[in-house]
Nanobody, 123 residues
Framework: QVQLVESGGRLVQAGESLKLSCAAS????????MAWFRQAPGKEREFVAG????????YYADFVQGRFTFSRDNAKNTVYLRMNSLKPEDTAVYYC????????????????WGQGTQVTVSS
């Protein structure tokens, strides 16, 4: 059974915006934390943004610099990543993930992953 399904990735030009979606199963949506990661070709998977439900806190990687926003829709069991002012270096496959601990920035702490959605930013 697929627990997380990402969508919304596509080719955009630098400076444009994009909103990614991640539809979760009800069980997965209720896990302790959910996050977005990304992985560019030849690079390791890196943390983008994460949210801990119990405290209502969202954390972002330094490179986000206020450009991305994590949000959720409880009625739809869906989390989103709104990305503004996209740069070519944002090109990557974006994944959402869920975990039962607070180590948001480490991919090894997540055991539920989606299949990813490709975001390509042209210069």
């Amino acid at each position: 059974q697929v627990q997380l399904v990402e969508s919304g990735g596509r080719l955009v030009q630098a400076g444009e915006s994009l909103k990614l979606s991640c539809a979760a199963s009800p069980r997965t949506f209720r896990r302790y934390a959910m996050a977005w990661f990304r992985q560019a070709p030849g690079k390791e998977r890196e943390f983008v943004a994460g949210h801990i439900w119990s405290v209502g806190m969202t954390y972002y990687a330094d490179f986000v610099q206020g450009r991305f926003t994590f949000s959720r829709d409880n009625a739809k069991n869906t989390v989103y990543l709104r990305m503004n002012s996209l740069k070519p270096e944002d090109t990557a496959v974006y994944y959402c993930a869920a975990a039962d601990n607070s180590r948001l920035d480490s991919p090894t702490n997540y055991d539920d992953w989606g299949q990813g959605t490709q975001v390509t930013v042209s210069s």
